[in-house]
């Protein structure tokens, strides 16, 4: 990569050791999350606090700004110059912009949040989290103020997670596509034959770990992970992490009655460490490596997930690899059974457990109720009834409890407010380059024959390749020609699943 601006030179350089900072950053929470003696777990969060605090010390030295303020003011740019600089302003905005005072009164209140947040779920008091959540609502407006908005306090929370993202963008993007999704759930439910449920995942059966081990090891190969430049182990919930791109990790989880979790799971994290094994070497340990954001990442990782994993064409194919694994427990199953039981729909109270289709459904939900809080719309304390209420309106079921509803996802008690719509963008930016990508290939036909390079290849030289070069909304327009048309995942699903119940 060439820089010949000076300042940025600076920059880099003293970039080269946040990079390596962070990278040995990530394979201590690699270990803590896949090796780490039950004991250890202190001494270890104290290990990792330290390394955090010298990233920030370096943001917030006085040499890094002013050479920040410089490239800031430096004229003809080289694109990757440009991107270098957005990025580190980016990067340390959160740090220039927002009070030391802030920042240690959220994590003081963010620790005390997750110990009554994990309380109030365990007991199903929505009262215990309360003081907390209301302390960090209140932190996160503050917050929001430091960093600037124009109209609304959720779009400084919102582009912190997501560069680019507003809550206009988020409600005529996402929350507008509600009433069709909801649609699409009932027209699902009243179809001929509906069952919500299968017997190959709810009964007697036990699926090997064994043979789960050897179909997930299957699968990230066939999809084009470098397993000489990664690995594969087991913790409690699977996650990707990128300790750099020669060692870009997986893990998963085996559940012994349900053959599906760990392969679609694979297929999700393999979709993550694809995109952070395939970005330009030039980029390695500079501003522009690593994934452009969460949203383009999660696009990636259930691209592969849903719209390869879950589609019928690829279900075919692996239909006789599945009977060589599970041949007693599958015996008698019919293709089409098996593509059913991947792509079952049924409302339900808990978001991780969401299928394809209502998933969207339960972050609108999450994404209203922010907003409303962060505008002063709804009390924290009113959070419990306001959301039975969206639950029942848009999945058409009510929680019993809080624990089932309200309390279900810690992210709040993280202070992660803005982050949720992230996760639905994937879905939309992954049915955009879909549609796109079966422009120039017999996507159907190549899954069928199990072939998956062609696939990977596109995704390579359109999207994985530029690394943070372009922000989300660039790179979406350089790789299908548009910016982002939420109308292509409605189609996806409407075409899919129509087919798939006869609707
Ligand atoms: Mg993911």
Same mark, same amino acid.
């Given at each position: 990569m060439k820089v010949k601006n000076k300042s940025i030179r600076g920059l880099l350089a003293k970039y080269q050791e946040i990079s390596k900072i962070g990278s040995i950053e990530a394979l201590l929470s690699w270990d803590l999350n896949v090796n780490l003696p039950p004991k250890a777990a202190h001494f270890r969060g104290e290990q990792i606090s330290y390394l955090s605090a010298k990233i920030v010390d370096i943001f917030l030295d006085g040499e890094f700004k002013k050479l920040l303020d410089e490239a800031n003011l430096a004229a003809n740019l080289l694109p990757e110059e440009a991107a270098i600089v957005r990025n580190l302003n980016k990067a340390s905005e959160f740090y220039h912009k927002v009070p030391k005072e802030i920042i240690l009164e959220l994590s003081r209140t963010t620790s005390e949040a997750y110990v009554s947040w994990d309380s109030a779920k365990k007991n199903d008091k929505f009262g215990e989290f309360l003081p907390s959540l209301k302390k960090i609502t209140e932190l996160e407006k503050i917050i929001a103020g430091h960093i600037g908005f124009k109209k609304n306090p959720m779009d400084a929370?919102? /582009?912190?997670?997501?560069? @680019?993202?507003?809550?206009?963008?988020?409600? /005529?993007?996402? =929350?507008?596509?509600? %009433?069709?999704?909801?649609?699409?759930?009932?027209?699902? +439910?009243?179809?001929? @034959?509906? =069952? %919500?449920?299968?017997?190959? =995942?709810?009964?007697? &059966?036990?699926?090997?770990?064994?043979?789960? &081990? +050897?179909?997930?090891?299957?699968?990230? @190969?066939?999809? @084009?992970? /470098?397993?000489?430049?990664?690995?594969? /182990? =087991?913790?409690s919930h699977p996650f990707t992490i990128d300790i750099g791109r020669q060692d870009v990790r997986i893990t998963n989880m085996y559940k012994d009655a349900d053959f599906r979790d760990s392969f679609t799971s694979t297929m999700h994290e393999t979709g993550h460490a694809l995109y952070e094994q395939n970005i330009n070497e030039d980029y390695t340990g500079t501003p522009l490596a690593g994934g452009v954001s969460f949203g383009m990442h999660e696009a990636l990782s259930r691209f592969w997930e849903n719209l390869i994993g879950r589609n019928p064409a690829f279900l075919k194919f692996m239909a006789p690899i599945f009977s060589a694994f599970y041949g007693e427990q599958l015996r008698g199953t019919s293709q089409e059974a098996l593509v059913r039981v991947f792509n079952l729909v049924a409302p339900s109270f808990v978001r991780i457990e969401a299928d394809e289709v209502t998933y969207t459904l339960h972050i609108i939900l999450r994404f209203e109720l922010e907003d409303e809080i962060m505008n002063g719309k709804l009390k924290v304390a009113d959070l419990p009834e306001a959301w039975r209420a969206k639950m029942k309106k848009y999945l058409g079921i009510v929680p019993p409890t809080d624990r089932e509803g309200v309390l279900q996802d810690m992210h709040w008690s993280g202070g992660s407010f803005g982050y949720f719509p992230a996760y639905a963008l994937g879905n939309l930016y992954g049915a955009q380059i879909y549609y796109k990508m079966k422009e120039t290939i017999n996507v159907e036909k190549s899954l069928e024959q199990g072939h998956l390079a062609d696939i990977l290849y596109w995704l390579n030289e359109k999207v994985h390749k530029y690394g943070s070069l372009y922000w989300p909304d660039e790179l979406i327009k350089k790789s299908t020609g548009k910016s982002l048309d939420s109308s292509y995942f409605v189609k996806y699903l409407e075409e899919k699943y129509g087919l798939l119940y006869k609707i």
């Open positions: 929370l919102l /582009d912190m997670h997501e560069p @680019g993202l507003t809550a206009e963008f988020c409600r /005529d993007n996402i =929350v507008s596509l509600q %009433p069709k999704i909801t649609e699409l759930v009932k027209k699902i +439910q009243k179809s001929k @034959g509906y =069952v %919500p449920k299968s017997d190959l =995942v709810n009964s007697e &059966k036990t699926y090997p770990m064994e043979a789960q &081990k +050897q179909l997930a090891n299957f699968i990230a @190969g066939k999809m @084009g992970y /470098d397993l000489a430049a990664g690995r594969i /182990d =087991v913790s």
